[in-house]
């Protein structure tokens, strides 16, 4: 039996975890897409949008909004998106060498190639007698600046960035298979002026007035009908000069998000799909106070919507309900759990026990806890892996053998030979936020020390392997019983009590 016919007898078209990238699954993504509270808000009002910033986790849906309102926009004639997800960095050394009118210019020429893509689908459109003489030159050396010499990288930028150029009639346009300014001759002779830009003298005044062409480009838009046009910035984390440093991330779009007079420029809008490790950045630097921000935070009810929803999508309906799949619910719940209410990581648990099912009994139509207690446990290791590069500080995380500690107690076990070495090594984690102090432990005849705590279960899971799953979650892991709170905690409750963290319950 091979994989995909695996997949085919659990009642599937394909296997539903295969991508963890929404904008791998265009085809299903409006059938499973579960809307955030705030949704409507970050659409706003069409007659008079403005610009905001969504923040999530990596993995947390940031693209999967970007795509629905791509998608919504679709459905209205005057309503134009740019998509600003690909960037050309090859001219800078550092991301903060990244200035706005790196941003203008690359805007500029989406927007005008826009503006021609409008001007040919408008076929009963007089450009002749619409646009006067002088506004059709200005038109023209605009097209001389910013779209005869365009960077090599610029027509696979342009046709994923202007959604709709690819549904155009215009094969030449839709392939670029010639120059652009070959495309815009077309275009023009189509609606009774040829023109040629290559011929244009270059205005070096206009050149240096991007933000006045900026505004000019949008007029201009208006009057074919595009009166509103949002701008949707996205994976500025995935960028070759940021990575997974969320400073370098901020810098990159730092002058874009800081420039109040662009952000509320009449008819448009900036809409920014942020990872949430630059909200400190934006905080600090940009005008929380005039560009709202929502955060896109996810329940394990939502979790588990989406799954059930996802699953009905690539299953024709057949599959409607997650808990159908597992042998077990309790495996649902540690699917969930171990996800760290993460989407991504919730698919790619799943992608996981799948492979680790068909792996030891392809037979089976349900996934069964061994199958489940596997993956999560080759999971948890590979997540740990990819977030801590340090084999030696992986090495130390390994032996600490408890889901909560002090520092007095690792050097006790033998984990490092003192506390300063102790301190050394726990403080990465707690500065990217995996490890926590959660109150003192009070001690006779010493001072009371600090106690630390795991806040991610993974984290949690790679500290304490010597045992199995079952043991793990039975001995570390409580949730809280206030019916308001329901928050999870990882402690060693077999040699002290707790309280939680949020509600002061004890646990």
Not at 319 to 328: D, M, P, Q, S, T
Request: proline share 3%.
């Amino acid at each position: 039996m091979t994989f995909k016919e695996y997949i085919t007898g659990l009642g599937f078209q394909e296997n539903p975890f295969q991508h963890t990238n929404a904008d791998k699954e265009k085809d299903y993504l409006s059938k499973y897409f579960i809307q955030p509270d705030y949704f409507e808000d970050v659409w706003g009002d069409i007659d008079s949008p403005v610009s905001n910033i969504i923040y999530a986790p990596r993995g947390g849906g940031k693209t999967a909004q970007r795509l629905m309102i791509e998608e919504r926009a679709l459905q209205h004639d005057n309503v134009l998106t740019i998509t600003y997800t690909n960037h050309d960095l090859t001219s800078f050394k550092t991301a903060s060498d990244v200035t706005l009118l790196y941003h203008l210019e690359y805007l500029n020429r989406l927007m005008l190639l826009a503006f021609f893509d409008r001007l040919n689908s408008l076929d009963d459109f007089r450009y002749m007698f619409e646009f006067s003489n002088s506004e059709r030159q200005y038109i023209y050396k605009l097209c001389r600046i910013y779209l005869y010499e365009t960077p090599a990288s610029f027509p696979k930028q342009a046709i994923n960035s202007l959604k709709t150029i690819s549904d155009r009639a215009v094969d030449v346009w839709n392939k670029f298979k010639t120059p652009i300014s070959e495309i815009i001759k077309k275009i023009t002779k189509a609606k009774g002026l040829e023109v040629d830009i290559s011929k244009i003298d270059l205005d070096k005044k206009l050149k240096m007035s991007h933000k006045d062409n900026f505004d000019n480009i949008r007029q201009l838009l208006n009057r074919l009908g595009l009166t509103t046009i949002y701008v949707l910035i996205d994976k500025v984390d995935e960028q070759s000069l940021t990575g997974n440093d969320p400073k370098a991330s901020y810098d990159l779009i730092a002058d874009l998000i800081k420039d109040l007079e662009l952000l509320e420029t009449p008819g448009m809008a900036f809409k920014f799909f942020l990872w949430d490790k630059l909200e400190p950045f934006c905080a600090r630097f940009a005008r929380p106070d005039r560009v709202f921000s929502y955060k896109l935070e996810w329940k394990s009810a939502d979790l588990q919507e989406m799954l059930n929803e996802r699953l009905s999508a690539y299953s024709d309906g057949n599959v409607g309900n997650a808990k159908a799949l597992f042998h077990e619910l309790k495996s649902l719940g540690r699917v969930i759990l171990f996800s760290e209410l993460s989407p991504r990581d919730c698919i790619r648990i799943c992608n996981r026990i799948l492979s680790e099912q068909f792996k030891l009994d392809k037979e089976s139509r349900k996934l069964f806890a061994w199958s489940t207690n596997v993956a999560i446990d080759l999971f948890s290791k590979e997540k740990v892996q990819e977030l801590i590069d340090n084999r030696g500080n992986l090495s130390h995380l390994s032996k600490v053998n408890s889901a909560s500690f002090t520092i007095e107690e690792l050097v006790s076990s033998k984990v490092a030979a003192d506390s300063a070495a102790i301190r050394n090594i726990i403080r990465p984690w707690q500065t990217a936020g995996w490890l926590q102090k959660i109150g003192l432990v009070n001690r006779r005849n010493k001072r009371a020390v600090n106690e630390y705590a795991f806040i991610d279960i993974r984290f949690a899971r790679y500290a304490c392997n010597s045992i199995s799953l079952d043991d793990f979650i039975s001995k570390y892991v409580k949730k809280c019983t206030t019916e308001n709170c329901k928050k999870i905690s990882y402690r060693a409750f077999d040699k002290r009590e707790y309280v939680c963290v949020n509600c002061g319950t004890s646990l």
